[in-house]
Nanobody, 121 residues
Framework: QVQLVESGGGSVQTGGSLRLSCAAS????????MGWFRQAPGKAREFVAG???????YYAASAKGRFTISRDNALNTAYLQMNSLKPEDTAVYYC???????????????WGRGTQVTVSS
């Protein structure tokens, strides 16, 4: 069983930056694809970015060019660097782990509890 704990959320103004971290335990971290999803109030959860065990990455169109996903297998931690934040990025951000890189949440087996990101204008 893999446990995921997110951190790094907070409140920033438009144009600001945040780095989210996801600490994993209880599994073989370097064999998993790690992903980030987000859910805004009243909206469905959506894919943001993913990174495979081989460090292949994929981004949602909304994240491309502004967000960077990375991983440190030695620390069992995944990251999401978010720059040029916009009010529409406001959401709860969830870390997830699964066997393959996919944009579908059903493709991931383990989920963290989420961290709130609020971007004010």
């Amino acid at each position: 069983q893999v446990q995921l704990v997110e951190s790094g959320g907070g409140s920033v103004q438009t144009g600001g930056s945040l780095r989210l971290s996801c600490a994993a335990s209880g599994g073989t971290f370097n064999s998993y694809t790690m992903g980030w999803f987000r859910q805004a109030p009243g909206k469905a959860r959506e894919f943001v970015a993913g990174i495979s065990w081989s460090t292949a990455t994929y981004y949602a169109a909304s994240a491309k060019g502004r967000f960077t996903i990375s991983r440190d297998n030695a620390l069992n931690t995944a990251y999401l660097q978010m720059n040029s934040l916009k009010p529409e990025d406001t959401a709860v951000y969830y870390c997830t782990a699964g066997p393959r890189l996919t944009t579908s949440e059903v493709g991931y087996d383990y989920w963290g509890r989420g961290t709130q990101v609020t971007v004010s204008s």
